[in-house]
């Protein structure tokens, strides 16, 4: 004989203990786990970022406290360590080079130019000279890097580079003119 | 440290972003004034345009007018020299050749001695702090401020004015160095070189040299400290070379080996660039060049209008004060007069707080418009002039001078208002 459950209704459902029971018991497990979980992360990045000896904070904690110059009075108490905390407050100083490259304008041998001039200098250099220069200026500043910083540059380049400049030259004549 | 808070849509209106921007800013169109909102870090970091001219935050600096990126050079703003000193953070910043120094574990960094001496040193920071500590004011001026400025046009780093500044420097007097290496007789040269280097092989290092006579003098200093803070890493740290009353070409930055020679130094900084003609104040004719050149050294006098703004609006019977700067090589300022009709009758100024001969000196006067001078206004301008004279009596020329270098100008200066009804 099959054993057939009674179809209840939807309200039945609801109301009935096997139904109400477990659905409850995960909503409150759910928070008590999670409140716990919650306190126990707190507590350590509270206890993390408070710790004194912690040495990898120890770089922005001099550098945000200013200690810099070495002359904190709390340096002086100890003459012994004092050499070594000296030392130690001006730490590793490091440079972040912003990037800044001007996107260059199309002209005949624009590749010639960005082989060999960018390898020393920035194009902002190039861009930043005074306009309306003859083509012998050109050519006395670029056979200057030849001649004196060693590019490695054939004398056919070095033309070649002075046709990208004039070029160049000519673009900045315009973007003075006509953009505000 | 708190950690930078990422979503999605902050990422992707950054990414889209950086790639409007890189495309619009050679074509001088502002981010600002389209309307978009930028977020901190770029605003801090990112380049942007002012009058066609890239200004850029270089760390510890404020936004300062990109000279070059790569070596960077990088130029004062006019309104930071309304102080004495000039703060480290906007201090001009001028590099020959990269690489430069991005990195320097001080612990480790050490300053060598040696060359024509009995002991050759090598001194850690700490050590350097065991001497006694000396403190100068004095101005450091690029040899080639105001290059821009040269009539006809020059070609090299195209500096406007600011390209000097007068900052409190403390640090070791470098004859206690040398005395404690001990000079052998028969040294003449002290050459100094920094931890910058070249990008080829065959790029000269940038190595200056001082005569012993001058590198020996009192306030001749190896600096760690400017402005009561250390260095910036863009201004020399750890150490950095202070010759008072020289131009900055000598002030070598990062300062890493000193040697005595017995012969002159002679390296291509000292022979074949910073080369001035060997005439009056520098001065040659552009189209008679000057065939004997010598290695810039002292600086000659200037002065310089920093207060009112340039071209500010003024009412007609208005008291102005006027105020500036003045400097020379080290003998001091004597005197600063001012013009209001072009050179004609001259006006002495009230001279400042000294902080010693070195430093920038400040003046200051008042002026009020005046029937007569209602006759010399042109399109409704007041112009000024301001010369310096120093202690030995050297005043500043009306005419600028120029040379093939673009190198020590110092002509009288001019500055305008607008004067309204």
Not at chain 1, 72 to 81: A, C, F, G, I, R
Not at chain 2, 108 to 133: P, T, Y
């Amino acid at each position: 004989m099959q054993n057939h459950t009674p179809i209840l209704p939807e309200t039945a459902k609801e109301n009935s203990d096997s139904y109400r029971y477990p659905h409850r018991m995960v909503i409150v497990y759910t928070l008590f786990l999670l409140m716990g979980a919650s306190i126990i992360a707190w507590v350590s990045l509270q206890n993390r970022y408070n710790r004194e000896d912690d040495e990898s904070l120890d770089y922005f904690k001099e550098v945000s406290s200013k200690n810099l110059s070495g002359r904190d009075p709390h340096l002086d108490k100890n003459s012994e360590t004092k050499t070594n905390l000296k030392e130690k407050s001006l730490g590793v100083v490091s440079l972040y080079y912003p990037w800044f490259e001007i996107p260059l304008p199309p002209g005949e041998h624009k590749q010639v130019f960005q082989n060999h001039c960018l390898v020393c200098h920035s194009p902002q250099l190039v861009f930043n000279q005074p306009p309306h220069l003859k083509s012998e200026v050109w050519k006395g500043v670029v056979h200057k890097m030849v001649a004196n910083y060693g590019a490695n540059i054939s004398a056919l380049e070095e033309e070649q580079i002075v046709t990208y400049l004039l070029a160049l030259q000519l673009f900045r004549d315009y973007q003075a003119k006509n953009v505000p | 440290m708190q950690a930078k808070r990422i979503d999605r849509r902050h990422w992707l209106r950054q990414s889209f972003t950086v790639g409007l921007r890189s495309s619009l800013l050679y074509s001088g169109i502002s981010l600002s004034a389209l309307g978009c909102k930028r977020d901190r870090q770029r605003q801090e970091n990112g380049p942007v345009m002012l009058d066609n001219e890239p200004v850029l935050r270089f760390p510890d600096k404020v936004p300062m007018r990109v000279v070059n990126d790569r070596p960077p050079c990088l130029e004062t703003p006019w309104r930071y020299y309304r102080d004495d000193f000039t703060p480290n953070e906007a201090f001009y910043v001028r590099w020959h050749l990269q690489s430069i120094p991005t990195r320097i574990d001080s612990a480790n960094w050490r300053l060598k001695i040696g060359g024509h001496v009995q002991k050759s040193l090598e001194l850690s920071l700490a050590d350097l702090r065991q001497f006694e500590v000396v403190q100068l004011a004095a101005v450091n001026q690029c040899s080639g401020n105001s290059r821009s400025l040269f009539g006809p046009r020059v070609t090299g780093a195209q500096w406007g004015n600011g390209a000097m500044g007068n900052a409190m420097w403390a640090g070791v007097p470098l004859k206690t160095l040398l005395d404690k290496a001990g000079i052998r007789a028969g040294a003449i040269d002290v050459s100094f070189d920094g931890l910058d280097q070249g990008p080829l092989a065959s790029v000269p290092d940038f190595v200056k040299s001082l005569p012993l006579d001058i590198a020996r003098r009192p306030e001749v200093l190896v600096a760690y400290e400017m402005n009561g803070a250390p260095l910036p890493i863009l201004n020399g740290f750890p150490v950095r070379l202070v010759v008072p009353g020289y131009y900055a070409t000598y002030w070598i930055k990062s300062l890493s080996q000193i040697i005595v020679h017995e012969q002159t130094y002679t390296g291509y900084w000292m022979t074949k660039a910073y080369l001035i003609p060997a005439t009056n104040n520098a001065n040659e004719n552009p189209d008679r060049l000057s065939k004997s050149m010598i290695p810039i050294h002292q600086m000659n006098v200037r002065s310089f209008f920093t207060m009112p703004e340039e071209l500010q609006q003024v009412r007609k019977n208005q008291l102005v004060k006027l105020a500036g700067i003045a400097f020379d090589g080290g003998s001091g300022i004597a005197k600063v007069e001012i013009s209001a009709d072009r050179g004609k009758s001259w006006q002495q100024t009230e001279l400042g707080k000294n902080h010693g001969n070195y430093s920038f000196r400040r003046w200051s006067a008042l002026w009020q418009n005046s029937e007569e001078f209602t006759k010399l206004l042109e399109n409704n301008k007041a112009t000024w002039l301001v010369k310096a004279t120093n202690n030995k009596g050297e005043e500043q020329p009306m005419e600028s001078i120029w040379n093939r270098g673009g190198y020590m100008r110092n002509g009288v200066e001019s500055w305008s208002v607008e004067v309204v009804g």
